[in-house]
Each structure stands twice: as C-alpha cells, then as structure tokens.
C-alpha cells in the first residue's frame, strides 16, 4: 500500500504520512566546498511519558520542539482542531498513528473512548485508594445519619470522598 504524504504544518522541510510515519525532504548543498546536502529518511520516533509517540523537528529559530505523530497527522491532513478539541485515538492504542485510527474530539470523548477500552482508572482500581467494596456499603449504610466529616474521620479521608460516594460519582460499580 502507497502512503499518501502531506507536509507538517509549521515545518516545511518535514512530510507525515498517513500511516504514522515523518520523514525529512531532500537538504540541498549549502554552497561551501564540503556541503554535499543530505537525502530525505524516514525519522525514528520516541515515547514520550505517557507513550505517545513525537519526534523533535528544527524551526528556523533553532528549537527543537517536540511533535507528536498523531497530532501532526491530524493538522496535515484533516486540519487544526475545532476549539476544545484534542487528538483521539479510536482504538485507544497510543501508538497506532494511522490516519484512519485518529480524530479530533473533546476531552469527554477522549476519556469515554478511555472507558470503553477499560484504559480509565476508576476509584477502585487507583493504587492510592484507601477504600474498599466493604468500606463503600458501610459508607452507603451510614448514609446521611452521620455527617460526611464524621463519616471520614472513620474511615480516614477526606469529607469530599464521601460526598462522592454518596453521591454515586465514585465507586458506582458498589451496589
């Protein structure tokens, strides 16, 4: 299958391709006796933290900002973003940049896209819970017969923790 290449906004001596690829054009000679130019490659990407693959590209003002692949595809070939929307992937896998796999959406949808693909950390799976299933019923039983200041000085967290269990926006797997 042919890629179809377009340029990368703001770097014009640089193309993505619409299968998650960057490379580099042609460097002419300079005209100095050792200049020979440079042929156009295929550029490594990198993980960055959290695994989305970026390269880090020349400006003519000599940074070397860091582009992310899949944004860059979406800016050459679908455009800038509508407001308050980021890249989204559709298979929720970082680093399957291909055209067809990407879309602009808002952080909501970026983060049901996250649910659905059981990527999201839910209060129970949170390494930093100090709550358990018995703890949430327990909560659930005292209900408002306590204050949620009382309720937390027994199970040693914060007030907002229980409103959020009462409330249902946490641990609303607990029945």
């Known amino acids: 299958m042919t890629s179809n290449w377009r340029a990368i906004p ?3 001596q640089y193309e993505v391709s619409d299968a998650g690829e960057i490379r580099s054009l042609d460097f002419p000679p300079t005209g100095t006796p050792r200049s020979k130019g440079r042929p156009g490659r295929i ?3 990198h993980p960055d933290t959290h695994g989305y693959l970026f390269v880090r590209l020349p400006r003519a003002d000599g940074k070397r900002p860091s582009v992310w692949v899949h944004r860059a595809i979406l800016l050459a070939f679908v ?4 407001d308050g929307h980021e890249a989204c992937h559709n298979d929720d896998n970082k ?3 291909t055209l067809d796999n ?3 959406g808002t952080r909501l949808e970026n983060q049901q896209d996250k649910r659905k693909h059981g ?6 799976k949170s390494p930093s819970t100090r709550l358990t299933e018995t703890d949430v ?4 039983q005292f209900g408002e ?5 009382n309720i937390a000085k027994i199970f040693n967290v914060h007030p907002s923790t229980i409103w959020s269990v009462l409330s249902g926006r946490k641990w609303t797997h607990v029945t």
Do not use: E, Q
Not at 145 to 149: A, P
């Open 10 to 12: 703001g770097f014009p």
């Open 43 to 45: 550029l490594k990407t």
């Open 79 to 82: 455009g800038p973003p509508p």
């Open 95 to 97: 680093t399957n940049n």
């Open 102 to 104: 990407l879309r602009w």
């Open 119 to 124: 990527r999201a950390i839910m209060a129970h």
């Open 137 to 140: 019923r327990r909560i659930r």
């Open 145 to 149: 017969s306590l204050s949620h200041r």
